[in-house]
């Protein structure tokens, strides 16, 4: 059976997708000192103060579009950037599933560059933090911040599959994704290959499975998405590390 969507950004006019399909919800984090200053040495930069008041302003916005009253399930990449997003942007969802013990903390969504911007940290690093308290980090082995071998960038179609297929295989219908633009752009992406959308601080967006990927899934092996539409973003463009790469070198 197809499934329903991811979302990263909100909006009002998201087309409706079949009940018995899964929908997943992706989300960029806002405004880090990586993408303010266009520095990459930041290790697995937090959010600014202002960063973190963009999250704070997206979880009644979500609620106002009721989004926070339908995700069976919220997925972030742990590096600590989304994980701050996760926790300010969607408490009120987090709340009604039960509690931070109940985020999946998935280490193959985690930025592509090996920037130490998007390096993440260990386990234990990460189990001392007092704002993760609580939070379930058994999913992070010690090669998650390696960057080599299925975590080296130049194998992020492969990682970016794994995670659609993840979403695809969960039994929720509604997951949302807190993650990083350049991956969201390997994941939200096209048997051509990544997505040339450029993601904004805080923004949500809504995909569907493809419908003929029901049963033919292992035909192409892609698990490919289709855009649901852009329900909102609390922040301007902030270039992510490979643009900053291209453009200041």
Not at 36 to 59: E, F, I, N, W
Not at 171 to 188: C, F, M, S
Request: net charge neutral.
């Amino acid at each position: 059976m197809p499934k329903p969507s991811t979302t990263s950004a909100w909006t009002t006019q998201v087309r409706p997708f079949p009940q018995t399909e899964p929908v997943t919800t992706q989300i960029i984090y806002p405004q880090t000192p990586t993408n303010k200053s266009k520095k990459t040495k930041v290790p697995d930069a937090p959010l600014t103060p202002h960063g973190r008041q963009q999250a704070r302003s997206l979880s009644p916005q979500l609620s106002r579009l009721n989004l926070q009253s339908q995700p069976d399930l919220v997925v972030s990449s742990p590096l600590t950037r989304t994980l701050q997003t996760t926790l300010l942007a969607w408490e009120p969802a987090i709340h009604r599933l039960g509690g931070v013990a109940k985020i999946i903390c998935l280490p193959q969504a985690q930025e592509v560059n090996d920037f130490p911007c998007d390096t993440g940290r260990s386990r234990s690093e990460l189990e001392a933090e007092p704002e993760f308290k609580g939070l379930d980090f058994s999913p992070l082995t010690p090669e998650w911040v390696g960057k080599k071998g299925f975590w080296a960038p130049q194998n992020v179609a492969e990682r970016a599959r794994w995670v659609r297929k993840w979403l695809w295989e969960r039994p929720e219908e509604t997951i949302v994704v807190v993650a990083h633009g350049d991956v969201l752009r390997w994941i939200t992406g096209s048997p051509h290959g990544a997505s040339g959308y450029a993601w904004r601080n805080g923004e949500v967006r809504v995909f569907g499975f493809e419908s003929e990927a029901g049963g033919e899934v292992g035909k192409e092996g892609g698990f490919w998405l289709d855009e649901g539409g852009v329900v909102g973003a609390v922040g301007g463009y902030g270039v992510t590390s490979t643009e900053m790469d291209l453009i200041w070198g």
